[in-house]
């Protein structure tokens, strides 16, 4: 069976303290430099419970939880994800997020790193993402058709692909290296 765990002492908001599956409360004691609030056991009391050999190992029959500054942002959050919307949220992670991280690293080289250095890297990273990006918005003005009113739009797009040619040209079509020998 092991050990208790943090999750099966229960924390109470209003008291700041947490209460053990005897139903004896660990109340704040202190919070260390990390960050961590610490709730500590009465040894008084847990030195005769029928539970102190699977809560604690401590030699002074103390028992103490440590609680971070933020975890109660942490819960709020994981109670939203468990909610209907938090669901379906999640559901469509994996046709949107997921997605373009899979077409980067199968289309756009997210597979290796072409060139070394952070700098390199970080250049060819941007690159493939402003692929993705004018991919995603000829694929919005393609579905709506192309009459008049998006013209403007698609004009914009060929303007950044123009701007952007010199730098495109060079990941796809590598600087020549001239050997010269003496």
């Given at each position: 069976?092991g ?11 209003e ?8 139903g004896?409360?660990?109340?704040y004691?202190?919070?260390?430099r990390?960050g ?12 005769n ?6 809560c ?7 028992k ?5 500054v933020w975890?109660?942002f ?11 919307k938090?669901k379906?949220i999640?559901?469509?992670?994996k046709e949107t997020?997921?997605r373009s991280f ?9 597979r ?6 952070i700098?390199?890297?970080?250049e060819q ?14 694929m ?9 009113s998006?013209?403007p739009?698609?004009r914009?797009?060929f303007?950044?692909?123009?701007a952007?040619?010199?730098k495109i040209?060079?990941f ?5 290296t001239?050997?010269t020998?003496?």
């Amino acid at each position: 069976l092991g050990m208790l765990k943090k999750r099966d002492f229960q924390f109470q908001k209003e008291e700041d303290c947490y209460i053990c599956p005897q139903g004896e409360k660990l109340a704040y004691s202190t919070t260390n430099r990390t960050g961590y609030h610490e709730y500590k056991s009465n040894p008084q009391v847990c030195e005769n419970c029928s539970m102190l050999s699977i809560c604690t190992q401590s030699h002074n029959q103390v028992k103490v939880i440590a609680r971070h500054v933020w975890e109660g942002f942490k819960e709020d959050i994981y109670s939203h994800r468990l909610e209907d919307k938090g669901k379906r949220i999640y559901e469509r992670r994996k046709e949107t997020v997921e997605r373009s991280f899979a077409d980067a690293k199968e289309l756009h080289g997210h597979r290796y790193a072409k060139y070394r250095g952070i700098s390199k890297v970080q250049e060819q990273s941007l690159m493939a993402a402003i692929v993705q990006n004018i991919k995603k918005m000829a694929m919005i003005l393609g579905s709506q058709g192309v009459n008049g009113s998006f013209l403007p739009s698609l004009r914009n797009i060929f303007k950044v692909i123009d701007a952007l040619s010199a730098k495109i040209r060079r990941f796809i079509i590598p600087p020549k290296t001239i050997t010269t020998f003496a």
